[in-house]
């Protein structure tokens, strides 16, 4: 039987929306692996448009599904179709649209929330035992997603660790081309850009994460 993951995209671009060469990197290592794999995004206004040149916020509005649509190729749905007997894992890659737009975690921090769709969604896959990855800042997300002390890291940011222990999160330091797996869980997250400097760093930590989920499968 061929396996299937979901990903889940915030957008495009690493300051408002998905860090692309982390989305890009996970879609390539699934399909380096045979996975079949379909890209989700949720229909809402981003919280905010960023010009990457000047790193300065703009006034657009831009749709969060539309700019995901991107790096899908055009090849993505609306989280509200994401039904979780179809596949047989969940991935999310980082970039601040994972704090900004798939929660609030930018601005709230440990008190962060999540949109309806995107929680349900996500909390459907652990409820269900089904392997989940989180990349970069994306496992801020795993206290709401698993609502139970779950084991992940971001890297080794002492105030980013502080506000998700504050979350049922129990953060380990890992370091930029690694993972760590929580196996009761079937959680497995890499630090990525939190960390990394170079691609080729991301490029290491991301292929191990997705080889594990897929090993979890």
């Known amino acids: 039987m061929t396996k299937k993951v979901a990903v889940i995209l915030s ?8 860090e692309i060469h982390e989305s890009v990197l996970t879609l390539l290592n699934l399909d ?9 995004a949720v229909d809402i206004d981003q919280a905010d448009v960023v010009n990457h040149l000047t790193g300065e916020a703009t006034p657009e509005k831009r ?13 993505i749905k609306d989280i509200s179709q994401l039904v979780t007997s179809e596949f ?6 980082g970039g601040y649209g994972v704090a900004k737009n798939l929660s609030n975690f930018a601005t709230k921090g440990a008190t962060m929330d ?10 459907s896959f652990a409820t269900n035992n089904k392997p989940i990855g989180l990349i970069c800042i994306a496992p801020a997300l ?5 609502g139970e002390p779950v084991r992940c890291t971001i890297g080794n940011d002492e105030e980013t660790a502080a ?21 009761k869980h079937k959680l497995v997250t890499t630090p990525a850009y939190m960390l990394a400097s170079r691609i080729s760093e991301a490029a290491d930590g ?12």
């Open 163 to 183: 506000a998700l222990e504050q979350m049922n999160v129990i953060h380990q330091n890992c370091v930029v081309n690694d993972i760590v797996v929580d196996e």
């Open 114 to 123: 999540m949109p309806e769709s995107v929680q349900k969604a996500c909390q």
């Open 11 to 18: 957008g495009c671009g690493f300051l408002d929306g998905a």
């Open 142 to 146: 795993a206290g709401k997603i698993f």
């Open 32 to 40: 380096l692996l045979n996975i079949n794999y379909q890209c989700f």
């Open 88 to 93: 047989d894992a969940l991935i999310l890659p």
């Open 206 to 217: 991301i292929a191990k994460l997705v080889k594990q989920v897929i090993a979890f499968i």
């Open 63 to 75: 749709n969060v599904l539309v700019e995901s649509a991107r790096i899908a190729r055009g090849n």
